[in-house]
C-alpha cells in the first residue's frame, strides 16, 4: 500500500511520519476504540479496517509535535464520504490548545475537503506558512454530512525536513 500514498504524495516532498515525535502526540475527542494511531501511524493507517473517531461529537484536536523543524506542504485526508471531515483548520506551532480556544486563533490555514479529496487526493497548504513548523495542531471542526460522529482512515503529511545548518536563513523567514 505504501505505493498508493507515493504515488499521491506530490513531486520532492517525503512523507513526514518519520519525524514525528511520538511521545508528544495528543488527541482530543477520540474514541478510545478508533484511536488516533489507526489514522496516523505508519501500517495501521493502510488498514482499511482501521481509522480515527470522534467521541462526544464531531469534532477532533489533533495534536503533533516533531523531531526536527520539517516544512509542510500538503496533507493527504482520508475518510468515508459521509462521516469524513469537511472543514480542517491546521495551526502551525500552536501548543496547547483547547477546543475551548480552537476558534480563538487565525488558523495557519484553513481548508474545505470535498469527497474527492477524502479519497486521498492531496490538499495543497498555504506553503508560505509551513516553513518552519516544530509541531502541528489540527482542528477538525465538522464532517461532510453533519453527523455527530467525524471518521479518518488516514492522515499523511508531506513536506521536507529543514537544513538546520541554515538557521540563520530560517530566522529571516519567520521575521518576514
Known sequence: MASV????????????????????????NQSTSHSLDNALKQGYRDDDGLHLESDADEQLLIYIPFTQVIK???VIIKGPEEEGPKTVKLFANKEH????NANDYVPSDSIALSPENLKGTPVNLKYVKFQSVRSLTIFIEDNQGGNDISKIQKIVLC??????????????IEEH
Not at 490548545?97 to 475551548?100: A, E, H, I, N
Open 5 to 28: 500514498v507515493s504515488a499521491a504524495m506530490p513531486r520532492s516532498q517525503v512523507d513526514l511520519v518519520d519525524f514525528v515525535d511520538w511521545s508528544g502526540v495528543e488527541c482530543l
Open 72 to 74: 509542510l506542504h500538503s
Open 97 to 100: 490548545m483547547g477546543f475551548s
Open 159 to 172: 513536506g521536507t525536513t529543514v537544513d538546520t545548518t541554515n538557521m540563520k536563513d530560517l530566522k529571516k
